[in-house]
């Protein structure tokens, strides 16, 4: 570990120390998502199960609430209920991450706890260097840099990062983020035999291949799976328009399903389609665990929307992860379900069985910093809605088939919705903490995910009806 290295460490536990106190009198601060200590979180990085403890690192920077030369943050469970901080994995204090330890993924190799990143690096003129760079730990808490393990290929722009690893007989693979130098976005694939020499094999997808067309100036965040048998990419676009209800975010967070070929090297792919409906939600990494499930975390937060007008930054901290999700398949696309074991953190159960006339009624929500409230066995005539602690809404249109949440808008009083097109909603699981929804329909068909900001102490959820609607209400503060 270089002199600058070990420096940087305790620069960033300093702040911590400086600035901890005033986070944690944020009445915005999560109850139970995965938040920076101060400073800005985004990308979940190196996601794995090692040894039988969950690792989830993240993009962080410790010394401001904006971007920067990031660290890599670690937080280890083995329950996601309780988490542990851990010491810093990595942070930027070497010649080829000088300017951020970039996102990246982690992978086993000989018992040991291998953490494959992008080292980013600017010189004098500014000019854009990227390196993709090894650290490997014996113990799962200190990592030892191994420095550059593959570099830039022929064909492509600096903007080449994110790299996400995987083993299958035999052979490690790799797949990352990339531009070409006709600045249009890709997802490329590496091989490796060891995890420390890496083949370049070449594009396995991306803009104007693949029936696409025009399809984003760069792919972020790239992830590659198996899942009931189908092949799986995660990718994040940027530069799509806006479509319809679709791509109404800055930039955008989806996948495809396919199937990989490496001989020849090819991924038969059909439509994008996003991962999530709502407003804040962007480079998802997954796991596979020891029980065989198919783990997705995401950053609640999306580049260049908004960063600046979160009220959490007067307190030193900005943005959070999702909820880890469990990933299944159903007629072509992919469900998300909250995991079993956030149901342990249910406490004080209430039921209600809601019957409704062009009316409303107030859940008996006691907490809606820190509830689930799930609404099953729905009976309509014409729709329904769902007011949030007067700073948001979901509403079903039963004629228009259309799911909408609603939220003020961070920078004012005006609205501003997304939406999906769904013909009939029979549930709908709704997880609130002190600055963050997340709504699930259909039991993980359709997901909205949103950041707002409620006035504090506000506990006020309640359902209107607009036709004829009966509703089995269940509610719990979670711990």
Same mark, same amino acid.
């Given at each position: ?35 920076? &200590? ?21 993009? +962080? ?11 890599? !943050? ?8 309780? +988490? ?11 010649? @080829? /991450? ?32 990227? @390196? ?23 064909g492509y722009t600096a903007h080449f990062r994110d790299p996400k690893v995987w083993k299958k007989d035999g052979t490690y693979y790799m797949v990352l983020g990339a531009q070409t130098e006709k600045l249009t976005g890709s997802a490329v694939l590496f091989t490796s035999e060891n995890v420390t020499d890496w083949t370049f094999v070449g594009a396995i997808a991306g803009a104007d291949s693949g029936g696409l067309g025009s399809f984003g100036y760069m792919w972020e965040c790239p992830d590659l799976f198996s899942l009931d048998g189908t ?5 994040? &676009?940027?530069?799509?328009?806006? /479509? ?10 989806? @996948? %495809? ?23 804040? %939600? ?12 198919? *783990?997705?975390? !995401? ?32 007629? $072509?696309?992919? #469900? ?27 859940? &008996?929500?006691?907490?809606? =910093? ?7 066995? #729905? ?6 809605? #769902?007011? *949030?602690?007067? !700073?948001?809404? %979901? ?7 259309? !799911? ?6 961070? =920078? ?9 097109? #769904? =013909? ?19 039991? $993980?068909?359709?997901? %909205? =995910? ?30």
């Amino acid at each position: 570990m270089s002199t600058l290295d070990q420096e940087l460490r305790l620069q960033a536990e300093e702040a911590k120390k400086k600035r901890g106190e005033t986070a944690a009198s944020d009445p915005y601060r999560q109850n139970y998502h995965i938040m920076p &200590p101060v400073g800005l979180l985004n990308d979940p990085n190196g996601v794995i199960q090692w040894n039988g403890v969950y690792h989830l690192f993240f993009q +962080w920077q410790p010394f401001h609430t904006g971007h920067g030369a990031k660290f890599w !943050a670690h937080v280890t469970t083995k329950d996601f209920v309780d +988490w542990k901080e851990e010491e810093i994995a990595l942070a930027p204090g070497e010649w @080829y /991450d000088k300017n951020g330890c970039y996102s990246g993924s982690a992978i086993e190799k000989d018992g040991r706890l291998c953490l494959i990143y992008t080292g980013n690096v600017r010189d004098e003129e500014g000019n854009r260097e990227t @390196y993709q760079c090894l650290a490997v730990s014996e113990d799962g808490k200190v990592f030892e840099k191994k420095g550059v393990v593959a570099r830039l290929p022929a064909g492509y722009t600096a903007h080449f990062r994110d790299p996400k690893v995987w083993k299958k007989d035999g052979t490690y693979y790799m797949v990352l983020g990339a531009q070409t130098e006709k600045l249009t976005g890709s997802a490329v694939l590496f091989t490796s035999e060891n995890v420390t020499d890496w083949t370049f094999v070449g594009a396995i997808a991306g803009a104007d291949s693949g029936g696409l067309g025009s399809f984003g100036y760069m792919w972020e965040c790239p992830d590659l799976f198996s899942l009931d048998g189908t092949d799986v990419l995660l990718v994040c &676009p940027q530069g799509l328009d806006a /479509d319809g209800m679709k791509y109404h975010n800055s930039h955008q967070a989806g @996948y %495809f399903l396919g199937r990989l070929d490496i001989e020849p090297l090819e991924f038969k792919h059909g439509e994008f389609t996003e991962l999530d409906r709502g407003f804040d %939600f962007y480079a998802a990494q997954t796991l596979e665990d020891d029980k065989g499930r198919r *783990i997705l975390f !995401a950053w609640m937060g999306v580049p260049d929307q908004e960063e600046d007008k979160h009220p959490t930054h007067a307190y030193h901290w900005v943005h959070c992860l999702t909820m880890p999700r469990q990933l299944s398949l159903s007629n $072509g696309r992919i #469900i998300q379900r909250p995991l079993p074991e956030m149901k342990s953190r249910r406490t004080d159960e209430q039921k209600r069985r809601l019957q409704l006339e062009c009316s409303s009624a107030a859940l &008996p929500v006691k907490d809606a =910093s820190r509830a689930e409230v799930l609404l099953d066995d #729905i009976t309509y005539k014409s729709g329904f809605e #769902i007011s *949030i602690r007067g !700073a948001a809404r %979901f509403i079903f249109h039963q004629e228009k088939g259309l !799911a909408v949440l609603e939220r003020t808008a961070f =920078s004012g009083e005006e609205k501003e919705t997304r939406s999906c097109a #769904i =013909s009939e909603v029979h549930s709908v699981q709704l997880f609130l903490d002190a600055s963050s929804i997340e709504l699930f329909l259909n039991d $993980g068909e359709e997901v %909205f =995910s949103a950041r707002y900001f409620p006035f504090p102490g506000n506990d006020e959820v309640t359902v209107t009806s607009t036709g004829s609607t009966e509703i089995n209400a269940s509610i719990w503060t979670l711990l």
